[in-house]
């Protein structure tokens, strides 16, 4: 009986991460699209504004991520947000790996530990709005 409990549980914690990952990929794409068409993106303009606001569109669509994540998983909040950031980071690889070189540095660096800071400000706001 115990094994069910424990694999019920299990299954729990890796949906709650999944729909985060998938919360993560998917409100961007929306954001983007109104983005492009009010005309704030343009394409192939990288300033370090249009950078500065990608990183605050990310941050923000992530801590709603981690947030719902937290929120499906309710037990184990910081292990549902570590194994979120760690599903992030390994999906940005690879972006980040293809484009290195044609941001800046910093650009690249952020990008990597933004799923780590999201995580973390998505268990603040989850502990707060709890309360």
């Known amino acids: 009986m115990q094994n069910v409990l424990i694999t019920k549980g299990l299954f729990n914690g890796i949906a709650a991460v999944f729909a985060g990952f998938v919360a993560i990929l ?38 709603i991520g981690a947030w719902f994540t937290i929120w499906l998983g309710r037990k184990h909040n910081l292990l549902h947000a570590a194994a979120l950031a760690a599903v992030m980071i390994a999906s940005v690889l690879i972006p980040v790996s293809t484009n290195w070189g044609k941001n800046p540095l910093w650009f690249s660096l952020t990008m990597l530990t933004l799923p780590a800071l999201y995580s973390v400000a998505g268990v603040g706001a989850y502990r707060f709005l709890k309360k």
Not at 38 to 43: N, P
Not at 49 to 60: E, R, S, T, V, Y
Request: hydrophobic share 55%.
């Open 26 to 63: 998917l409100l961007p794409l929306f954001a983007e699209y109104a983005l492009l068409n009010i005309g704030v993106y343009a394409e192939g303009r990288n300033t370090t504004g249009m950078l500065l606001l990608a990183i605050a569109k990310d941050f923000i669509i992530g801590t």
